[in-house]
């Protein structure tokens, strides 16, 4: 199945996470272009990351010791200043 992540948009993917060995909790993905980009869900391995950074996308895995909600924070603080940058509002 697909998803689409809207340009210059970030999203959370821990409810598509099927592995229970996995080793993240949640995934952040934030989508710094202007075009939208597809994503392949539910996540079933490691390999999911690269190949999705290799689409453009940053893509920040969470452990369980690292605190999701700061990690989003400075991504959006990152994402919103860039779409100061580009001139776009929300």
Not at 20 to 45: A, G, L, M, Q
Not at 68 to 85: G, H, P
């Amino acid at each position: 199945m697909k998803f689409v992540v809207r340009p210059l948009h970030i999203i959370s993917v821990g409810g598509y996470i099927v592995e229970t060995d996995f080793p993240y909790r949640n995934i952040i993905v934030v989508n710094p272009t202007e075009e939208p980009i597809k994503i392949d869900i539910p996540i079933f391995s490691e390999d999911w990351i690269e190949r999705h950074r290799d689409l453009g996308l940053e893509i920040i895995p969470v452990k369980e010791e690292n605190t999701f909600l700061s990690n989003f924070r400075r991504a959006k603080v990152k994402l919103d200043k860039l779409k100061a940058e580009l001139g776009v509002e929300d």
